[in-house]
């Protein structure tokens, strides 16, 4: 198994482009989920998915979208972006919401500029 | 609202020392508790998860942790501590009932030195 992949690992946007983070995984997991790490904050939750077609937002959600049509993709869209999105995104599954661990892709490093 | 709470930014301490990394938390229930690893670049691993019974909970590479109610902590333990387990450590917490999500805390930085 691959596990959790992210792509791409580093990416450099100007303010106002728009893109979007890639996130699969090939454990069947129904639960998704992205995640932003900024020094000194830990990990805040951005947007989450019990399963395909269902997904809600986290702590931090404006600025940013997801889908999920089908249980491995769960992509992060940035609509217009900020230097405040400065920050490294993490992707993260697990089996359930409830009591399994979660399991974390490598990561994907924006700078906006 | 649920939270977590890391009061060290940073633990040091020497090779072949027990070292503790500490974690309280607030929720309105029942909490389900856990520890994860980062190494530098790399994403989240997971060490170990309190959900019910034994407050002693035994993870991977040595590390454990006990749960305690009454003082709401979760502390991170190893008995004798290896160079390679400097790494950034959260704690996370999420209530057991209803549709709460995962709480991070901000992260504890170890550094063991030879």
């Known amino acids: 198994n691959a596990g959790v992949t992210q792509t791409p690992k580093f990416q450099v946007l100007k303010t106002g482009q728009s893109m979007t983070l890639q996130c699969a995984q090939d454990?069947?997991?129904?639960?998704m989920s992205w995640y932003r790490q900024d020094p000194g904050m830990g990990l805040r939750l951005i947007h989450y998915s019990v399963g395909a077609g269902i997904t809600d937002q986290g702590e931090v959600p404006n600025g940013y979208n997801v889908s999920r049509s089908t249980t491995e993709d769960f992509p992060l869209r940035l609509l217009s972006a900020a230097p405040s999105q400065t920050s490294v995104y993490f992707c993260a599954s697990s089996y359930s919401r409830v009591s399994y661990e979660q399991y974390f892709g490598p990561g994907t490093r924006l700078t906006v500029t | 609202a649920q939270s977590v709470a890391q009061p060290e930014d940073q633990v040091n301490v020497a090779e072949g020392n027990p070292l503790t990394v500490k974690c309280t938390y607030s929720v309105s229930g029942n909490p389900y508790l856990f520890w994860y690893v980062q190494y530098p670049n790399r994403g989240l691993q997971f060490l170990l998860k309190y959900i019910t019974g034994d407050n002693l909970v035994k993870g991977s590479y040595g590390f454990e942790a006990e749960f305690n109610k009454s003082q709401t902590s979760f502390h991170l333990k190893k008995p004798s501590a290896l160079v390679s387990d400097s790494a950034l450590y959260f704690c996370?917490?999420?209530?057991?009932?209803?549709?709460?999500?995962?709480?991070f805390g901000k992260g504890t930085m170890l550094l063991v030195s030879p």
């Open positions: 454990m069947n997991h129904e639960y």
């Open positions: 996370a917490v999420r209530e057991s009932s209803g549709y709460s999500t995962l709480t």
